[in-house]
């Protein structure tokens, strides 16, 4: 059953009318600013994906059960409007141990119309996976055609990059965080790179601390071929803490940052998501306090954010129990010339009242030029009663239809699905979504588990 979702987002409309011009999102919530330039325009294109579901990468049918393909999937498209993949390959050799977990990248070649071989970037060893940890960060720079890839590294205790000017032939790998004489974990980095400057996010946690997930967002700066600035992190008012697993970064139409987290205090009360520009003294909050329902150590209860621009207007998916019984995703977006956010709006569960399928941990979210905005997200749990979409879950919605949640072909292959989403809009208004999917018997994918992606036909 579809749920219609009229109405949603009455007090925004005026502001989708004027959005402007459109930025493509995935994963945690960054994008390219910019006009593409002509670096790598000489790429053939090719042909495009084939429509509809594929697999991307494939895992071996032979693999050890501990082996996982495509844990913290992170997509971009490149100058062909084509998708290009980092994703972490654990425990690939079977053997129980994760010393050896790998950072892959690929990328489709319309030439040869097939995915090019996965490239080793860097061993990353037993780097935190647990919900919603994104340890993996691709982007590309619209501008100058370079790839970067910010990928956590366990044995540094650092948020180490990986850069490439040439298309992906080649890398060269550097450090992005900031000094950590401490030891203390860093975690979910999110990069986004226009023209000569280069912005990272990522979480901090503090070793001294009581309770697991708290510590700061850090900020960092470089351009052109400087070493990073220092790292600066948003104040926040009241005795709370950021919150590990969720940080969203991404820029505007201008090429200017935002960032956006999750914060609550010690005992899990009070938890909400966060809005930052670096450069502001302070944090500005996304939703109302007191609202959450939240445990933060009971793993379903996990709260991500994402974000995207629409020219220079912020718009907000994150994942946020609270007591309403249809509030778990909500949307939000800071109206143009505003400084507050619009009360949050809960995003449709697909199903009847009876059997609310449940979507958790992660999201993504596109927005265009018209007030279009997508929403994907992973489908974790159901009640059990019989529901049509299956996973992962995809809602969109429009200024005159209203809105529906669905699987992306409004169709059931797949159960449970939808980890690491990551969601782009191609130039044509076409969607792309890709994700891991581990179940290795589902005949939708001949049985095969991998990284899936969905080209909107």
Known sequence: MQRNMTG???GACVVLLACGRPQRTFDGGFEDA???ASVDAGRPKGDDPPAGYSLAL??????????RLGVATSMVLDQNQQPMLAVLSVDPNGDGSREDDQLLFT????VEKAWSPPQQIAVVGPVDISEPNRPV???RDAVTGAIGIAFVAQNDHAIRLATSADDGETWSLDIASDSNAGADALTSPVLAMNGAEMHLAYHQANVGCSFAGCGAVKYRKRTGSNP???ATSPAVQGAGTARAASVALALDSAGTPGVAFMYGNEDGSDVRPMYWRPGEAQATAIMPSNLAVNAWATPELRNSVALAYADLVPHVAFHLRTSQADGLLWYTTMPSGSQTFSAPLAVPRNGGVGMLDETRWYQAISVDAQGNIAIAAQFAKTTGQPQMCGGPKLTRGSLTNGWVTCAPDNQRKFGYAGASVNLARRTSG??????PYENRANPSLNNKAGVVLWWEP
Not at 107 to 110: F, K, N
Not at 430 to 435: G, H, I, P, S, T
């Open 8 to 10: 949603w987002v009455l």
């Open 137 to 139: 960060s691709l982007t």
């Open 228 to 230: 990073f600035a220092a």
């Open 107 to 110: 990328r489709w070649d319309g």
């Open 58 to 67: 494939e895992l071996p049918g032979n693999a050890a059960l501990t082996t």
């Open 34 to 36: 910019g006009t593409d």
């Open 430 to 435: 076409r969607l792309v979504l890709a994700f």
